[in-house]
């Protein structure tokens, strides 16, 4: 079946860009999507169709795909981003999640 | 305003059932594929099943197939998921969740979740 890997943990100081990287075999022939989870609270699309920033997400949110690794680059990071981030594809029928990925702004 | 607003968590004994609901509004519920998606308690998320909007094609992961069923009321705005023979590993909160009109755009729409505690 297929997989998504993603680091654990980043961490970034403020103002800094942060990259979360999501890999998994020729994943740049997929759509990726990221999502962003705070403490407590449901899961936020951020980032679909490996580009693309949904009404409301910040321009500072923005994505890649491309050969095995999808990444969201966080630029100008604020301590509002501090969060756990997902990506997501699609492996036929079935969705698959990463693991995800703790940010720590600090 | 688009909404999604889960029903019907609990606690429950390993071997017991549960049933979810998830009531929509907001949107137009019969254009939409919905998906039901759980996180066990401090780990990631896990996508557990999807349904067509006419309810005519249903895909689950494989840890819940024979064990759970999605199905959906277009003419209630209403999504279940009936969870039978639970396990301790189902212990999780689930979240109803709306993929967008365009599969690859992902799942637009998520609910506040429910969480299901399965112990003796």
């Known amino acids: 079946s297929y997989e998504l890997t993603q680091t654990p943990s980043v961490s970034v100081s403020p103002g800094q860009t942060a990259s979360i990287t999501c890999s998994g075999d020729?994943?740049?022939?997929?759509?990726t999507c990221w999502y962003q989870q705070k403490p407590g609270q449901s899961p936020l699309l951020v980032i679909h169709?490996?580009?693309n920033r949904p009404s409301g997400i910040p321009e500072r949110f923005s994505g890649s795909n491309s050969g095995n690794t999808a990444t969201l680059t966080i630029s100008g990071t604020q301590a509002m981003d501090e969060a756990d981030y997902y990506c997501?594809?699609?492996?036929?029928?079935?969705?698959?999640f990463g693991g995800g990925t703790k940010l720590t702004v600090l | 305003e688009v909404q999604l607003a889960e029903s019907g968590g609990g606690l429950v004994q390993p071997g017991g059932s549960l049933r979810l609901s998830c009531a929509a509004s907001?949107?137009?519920?019969?254009?939409?594929?919905m998906t039901w998606v759980r996180q066990a308690p401090g780990k990631g998320l896990e996508w557990v099943a999807n349904?067509?909007?006419?309810?005519?094609?249903?895909h689950y992961v494989d840890s819940v197939k024979g064990r759970f069923t999605i199905s959906r009321d277009n003419a209630k705005n209403s999504l279940y998921l009936q969870m039978n023979s639970l396990r301790a590993e189902d212990a999780a909160v689930y979240y109803c969740?709306?993929?967008?009109?365009?599969?690859?755009?992902?799942?637009?729409?998520w609910g506040q979740g429910a969480l299901v505690t399965v112990s003796s």
């Open positions: 969740t709306r993929l967008s009109l365009n599969f690859w755009s992902g799942f637009d729409y």
């Open positions: 907001g949107f137009t519920f019969n254009s939409y594929w």
């Open positions: 997501q594809a699609w492996d036929s029928s079935t969705v698959i």
């Open positions: 020729k994943l740049g022939n997929r759509y």
């Open positions: 169709q490996d580009t």
């Open positions: 349904i067509k909007q006419d309810g005519s094609e249903k």
